[in-house]
């Protein structure tokens, strides 16, 4: 053994003894074999040891746990509860002084339970790293009164029972919470006489020294203690003056209860996010006529619109749509028979023919297989899936977050809101993979008879588009226009056409999917509009392409910068200014407008077709923050409730377990920017019954079944053990936070809480991803097994 190791073993056996009177006897008996070098050593750091000791421990800023004022010897020292007691300890082994001795085991004692802490941590983590807490989006109720954490000494009464000491934790004119006992022994079904016994001298009310009547509402279990939460039962004009007066008085004194301020700015600062990547063309049903009358943009969705626009600039989604169809869904939404539609486009001499069918149109024809077959094989083969939701009208419109605010739109927008009774989803399902799947199938019939699903053509668009108030990021107006736009790019020439313009942009639909490199100028030029010119070519001018969406078939384009004019530009001012009346502007503006979308938005955040989730940045990498549920049934996040020990958590682990997270989201993300289309994996999973009607959860991603048969294979062994689903997760990049759109709800935090609004900020800008995940299980089972699902 080494001397070190010696002498570590010494001075702890002869510690207890530094400041007995028979301490050099024992010295001399322990070290009486070693040499007097080494006994001078020891001898030397035991008198180190036993020296007084000045230094204060503050551990404030050293614990995880909260510290308290410990005074010892007339020295105050700020200690967690460990320390204290780490610190009593080593005291007495010093005869009661506190030496440097005391003072290096009490910080010793302090690493080790931290380490020992962070190590159970990381394990703990490491466990539950996709145990996800869920945060509900698109219920959000504001207090029509202020309510102020204000703790106060309370008297609570209750005829025939003992009266109880407690105190408030939060209060407002109608309403408070207070913490008792949880041996109070009071009749939780009665009325409470509460008496304020600690107000100031200049609020000695006889009203409140005879106390104040409330009733329980909810109770919350906290250790040995409960809080209830109390409404006010005494109806008193008097009483309620003084009570604001009360709350107004001390303000400022003590802190705003801003909790739910917080959490509900935190949703919407979440749905800023989340919106611009909102792959789901929200329609909107009126009640009165049962038509689609408006529409809901995003730059996600704005592909399914383009897809169902004409040649004459015309959309024909009421005619896809049609009353028949939409009633046959909403009298069984829960139907794949009645929410899948498949849908193909036909063009004979520049004009384009839409053909559309549900599964029930199709299962009621001998037509099914010619119209896979022949629909499949066109680029403009559709699989969309209808979701729905049926609009509580006894809920307000507007999200009105700040205590006292609002929380009614304009009259007008009110009165239009009202008129909506059902908000229909429309979400494209398709993938090559399945396109190809859905042609493979036989039929020797002759594609004519396929007219009895043609759609009749609208001569006028009957669905107005209002835009998300903070998706729409373009600087200048965005006008509908249609021509022809050719685009150059390493001898690889295309013609597309425009579905909008403003000065300096287009977006292009083309005819096919293409693969433009993003990296590169492209070229482009406009045959149509050059008689328009004069002596101004326009041809070869320079555009970057900042944005392919549905394989390169919708295209985003803006004019290179340069020094010089860039005369496509110079152009397309011209032209807009020229024919500003005729032209009809997309991004509207104006108070009704933004009202509106602002109300659209409402509604369609109440209950999403997909499930969402965040993606947060780390110090070191990315986690998963949140998971977005409704005020309504998910079935998507039940599924993963189940594990979780606790209320709305959620547990993941099945999707992103054995490193697919870090290698498939993270990545993805890391090289990916914002305006970029988002990317999707397929999931297939075995919900395997156990007893005691649990179930539990094999998950695989699709791409690791190699092939067709492999993949039926699962889905049949899925439907012997328990049942089978499908589920589809969209990973995009978000932006910048949208911090003008939560603007009011931030000031009034940092006016109360101003550590709050820097952690509500903290948390937007560390969200760098969004995700949602979708069941399509029944189109799977349609596309693979062909089972006429009902």
Request: proline content about 3%; some cysteine.
């Amino acid at each position: 053994m080494s001397f070190d190791q010696v002498k570590a073993h010494l001075i702890e056996q002869l510690k207890p003894f530094l400041m007995e009177d028979d301490f050099e006897d024992l010295f001399e008996q322990l070290t009486a074999d070693e040499n007097s070098t080494d006994r001078f050593l020891l001898k030397m750091e035991l008198n180190r040891l036993s020296t007084k000791c000045n230094r204060v421990i503050d551990l404030r800023d050293k614990s995880n746990l909260p510290c308290s004022t410990f005074v010892f010897d007339k020295q105050t020292h700020f200690l967690d509860e460990p320390a204290i007691a780490s610190f009593k300890a080593a005291v007495s082994r010093y005869k009661n002084l506190y030496t440097l001795g005391a003072y290096e085991e009490v910080m010793a004692e302090h690493k080790r339970r931290l380490q020992t802490v962070q190590v159970e941590g990381i394990k703990e983590s490491v466990k539950d790293e996709f145990i996800i807490p869920g945060i509900v989006l698109g219920t959000y109720y504001n207090r029509s009164e202020e309510r102020m954490n204000y703790s106060v000494h309370i008297t609570v009464s209750q005829i025939g029972k003992i009266d109880v000491e407690g105190s408030t934790l939060d209060l407002s004119v109608n309403g408070a919470r207070i913490r008792l006992s949880a041996k109070h022994g009071l009749d939780t079904r009665k009325p409470l006489l509460i008496k304020l016994t600690e107000l100031s001298d200049e609020y000695y009310y006889e009203d409140l020294q005879q106390g104040i009547e409330y009733q329980i509402i909810d109770i919350e279990e906290d250790n040995d203690a409960h809080i209830l939460r109390l409404k006010r039962n005494t109806i008193s004009e008097p009483l309620s003056k003084l009570l604001a007066k009360l709350i107004r008085d001390y303000k400022y004194r003590y802190k705003v209860d801003v909790n739910e301020v917080f959490s509900n700015t935190l949703g919407l600062g979440y749905e800023s996010h989340l919106l611009p990547h909102l792959r789901h063309l929200p329609l909107f049903l009126n009640g009165t006529n049962n038509q689609l009358t408006h529409a809901l943009l995003s730059p996600e969705n704005q592909a399914i619109k383009s897809y169902f626009t004409d040649e004459n600039d015309v959309c024909q989604l009421s005619h896809t749509l049609t009353e028949a169809r939409l009633e046959r869904h909403l009298a069984e939404p829960n139907a794949p028979q009645h929410h899948l539609l498949y849908c193909f486009t036909h063009q004979v001499k520049h004009t384009t023919y839409f053909y559309s069918a549900t599964l029930y149109e199709l299962n009621n024809h001998s037509l099914k297989n010619l119209f896979f077959k022949f629909g499949a094989k066109k680029n403009s083969w559709r699989v969309f899936k209808l979701s729905s939701i049926v609009i509580d009208k006894l809920r307000g419109y507007k999200a009105a977050i700040i205590p006292g605010d609002d929380s009614h739109y304009s009259p007008l927008v009110e009165q239009q809101l009202a008129l909506y009774e059902h908000v229909i989803y429309l979400s494209d399902l398709t993938t090559e993979e399945g396109r190809v799947r859905y042609q493979n199938v036989q039929s020797q019939a002759t594609p004519n008879l396929l007219k009895v699903f043609a759609q009749k053509k609208a001569s006028i668009s009957h669905i107005k588009f209002a835009t998300l108030a903070f998706a729409e990021r373009r600087q200048e107006p965005r006008y509908s226009f249609k021509t022809e736009i050719s685009i150059q790019q390493d001898g690889q020439s295309i013609v597309g056409h425009s579905q909008d313009i403003s000065t300096k942009g287009f977006q292009v639909i083309m005819p096919s999917p293409s693969s433009f490199n993003g990296e590169k100028l492209v070229w482009l030029g406009f045959p149509k509009l050059q008689s328009l010119a004069g002596k101004t070519q326009l041809h070869n001018l320079p555009y970057k392409l900042v944005m392919q969406r549905n394989n390169g078939q919708q295209l985003h384009l803006v004019a290179a910068q340069s020094k010089e004019a860039h005369t496509g530009v110079t152009f397309m001012n011209r032209l807009i200014i020229h024919n500003e009346e005729k032209l009809k502007q997309l991004s509207e503006s104006g108070e009704r407008t933004s009202e509106l979308s602002d109300g659209l938005k409402n509604l369609v955040m109440r209950k999403l077709p997909a499930t969402p989730f965040f993606i947060e940045k780390t110090q070191k990498s990315a986690k998963i923050s949140a998971i977005a549920i409704s005020s309504e049934r998910d079935p998507v996040a039940e599924l993963f409730a189940a594990n979780s020990k606790e209320s709305l958590t959620y547990d993941l682990t099945p999707l992103f377990e054995n490193g697919f997270f870090k290698k498939h989201i993270i990545d993805f993300i890391r090289r990916t920017r914002s305006h970029q289309e988002m990317m999707h994996v397929d999931f297939y999973l075995h919900l395997i019954r156990r007893s005691r009607g649990t179930f539990g959860l094999k998950c695989v991603t699709k791409d690791s079944l190699t092939s067709q048969s492999e993949q039926i294979d699962f889905i049949k062994t899925g439907q012997q053990v328990g049942r089978f689903v499908a589920l589809r997760m969209f990973v995009g990049v978000t932006g910048k936070p949208d911090l003008k759109y939560i603007q009011q709800e931030r000031k009034y935090i940092s006016q109360h809480a101003a550590h709050k609004a820097k952690q509500l900020e903290e948390k937007l800008w560390y969200t760098i991803g969004v995700g949602e995940i979708m069941d399509i299980t029944a189109e799977v089972l349609h596309r693979d097994l062909g089972t006429n699902i009902s």
